[in-house]
């Protein structure tokens, strides 16, 4: 059964660090992971997908890589700001057309 | 892009009661749709695959006579929960396969509160 872990639980840093948020998942035999930001009370913002022939996506100061053979993945931020305080959650799905599976999500505090 | 819409964003009802959680692909037909479930400081759990013009399919442990999910047309799925009580009080999202897509796309959840 597949399993996705992210480490840490949260993380707390000072505006401007750079950072990385790590997942990890039990069964290498995935077709896409995806990262997501979610906002206290609020809906899920899909940040970065990747299939599973890709090894790195990126969007802005997200950058996001995929490891397959280790069952790894990480989204590294660069120069953190106050507004990227949230959860971000890493979910992979199996299949095509297959529900996705989450990790418990790392809850980021960005300082001014 | 993509949008999936859910109505209502938030709903209060009295326990014993039944409540209609509506999930909408706006602007793309969606085979596929999924319900999840998150709890406070918890991720999101899958509940169930709904797929139209069929029954959905439960994941373990969820009561299908008490989430009734229908998927009536390409753009449209409804869970009721019925006979709701303080304990089915969470946060639910759906999401949508998109056709031909690489990725699903999620509504923007509903929260349900069973007083």
């Known amino acids: 059964k597949q399993e996705v872990t992210q480490i840490p639980a949260a993380l707390s840093v000072p505006e401007g660090e750079n950072l990385v948020l790590n997942c990890s998942f039990t069964?290498?035999?995935?077709?896409?992971l995806q990262w997501f930001r979610q906002d206290p009370g609020k809906g899920l913002t899909s940040l970065l997908l990747?299939?599973?022939?890709?090894r790195e996506q990126t969007s802005g100061r997200l950058n996001a890589s995929l490891d397959k053979s280790s069952g790894r993945s990480t989204l590294y931020i660069a120069a953190s700001q106050p507004g990227d305080s949230a959860t971000y959650l890493c979910?992979?799905?199996?299949?095509?057309?297959?529900?996705?599976?989450f990790g418990k999500g790392t809850t980021l505090s960005v300082s001014s | 892009g993509a949008v999936v819409s859910q109505h209502p964003s938030w709903v209060i009802c009295k326990s014993g009661t039944s409540v209609k959680i509506e999930c909408r692909s706006l602007?793309?037909?969606?085979?596929?749709m999924f319900w999840y479930r998150q709890f406070p400081k918890q991720s999101l759990m899958l509940m169930a695959t709904?797929?139209?013009?069929?029954?959905?399919?439960?994941e373990q442990g969820v009561e299908k006579d008490k989430f009734l999910i229908n998927h009536a047309s390409l753009t449209l799925s409804t869970l009721t929960v019925t006979s709701a009580h303080p304990e089915d009080s969470s946060f639910y999202i759906c999401?949508?396969?998109?056709?031909?897509?690489?990725?699903?796309?999620f509504g923007p959840g509903t929260r349900l509160t069973v007083t």
């Open positions: 999401s949508a396969d998109g056709q031909g897509a690489y990725e699903q796309y």
């Open positions: 069964d290498s035999a995935i077709y896409n």
């Open positions: 990747i299939q599973s022939s890709q």
């Open positions: 979910a992979v799905g199996l299949q095509a057309g297959t529900a996705l599976i």
């Open positions: 602007d793309f037909q969606a085979t596929t």
């Open positions: 709904s797929n139209e013009g069929s029954k959905a399919t439960y």
